[in-house]
């Protein structure tokens, strides 16, 4: 029997502005798309951009449903629409913003499960890290390297023979 240890980096910028130029376009983005999200049961409002290898950013935000399981997250909207608009296209990263319209978000609020899943078969598929993003409306910005680093020992299509 051995035990193995799992661990991962992830970096904590105090604010947007310590990003990149072209991180924080894209942190922007995100935030633009928050502001369309359609989340009338909830108020929790979610926008998610996603950078290209081909230079084009990607957008979705949350959609709602009366039927509240039919709805979607930001995230899966928008790797969703990659994938439909730019097939095979490389993701080179995502970035998400959280905000609620009953409190301040002050803490960025990492993707769900099945964000988490549905983003790691890109990662699976391109066999290059996609690195994420995540911030809250204010405050810091945390960044993992990989979706992988937020689901260890995800199943996927190796399994599948
Ligand atoms: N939501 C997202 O869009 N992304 C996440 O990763 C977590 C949750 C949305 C789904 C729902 O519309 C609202 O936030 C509350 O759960």
Not at 1 to 22: A, C, P, R
Not at 71 to 83: Q, T
Not at 136 to 154: F, M, Q, R, Y
């Amino acid at each position: 029997m051995k035990k193995k240890q799992l661990t991962f980096d992830l970096t904590v910028f105090e604010s947007i502005d310590e990003l990149s130029s072209e991180e924080k376009a894209l942190m922007n983005a995100a935030v633009s798309a928050r502001k369309n999200a359609y989340a009338p049961y909830s108020n929790f409002q979610v926008g998610a951009a996603v950078l290209l290898e081909n230079g084009e950013t990607v957008i979705g935000n949350n959609q709602e449903n009366a039927s509240y399981p039919s709805g979607l997250c930001a995230e899966r909207v928008a790797i969703f629409y990659a994938g439909a608009k730019y097939p095979g296209v490389t993701v080179e990263a995502i970035a998400i913003s959280a905000a609620s319209k009953k409190y301040v978000v002050d803490a960025p609020a990492a993707p769900c499960g099945n964000c988490r899943q549905s983003i790691s078969e890109y990662e699976f598929k391109q066999k290059k890290a996609i690195p994420i993003f995540m911030m809250g409306e204010t405050g810091e910005v945390h960044k993992c390297n990989s979706i992988g680093d937020i689901l260890p020992l995800a199943f996927n299509n190796s399994f599948l023979k």
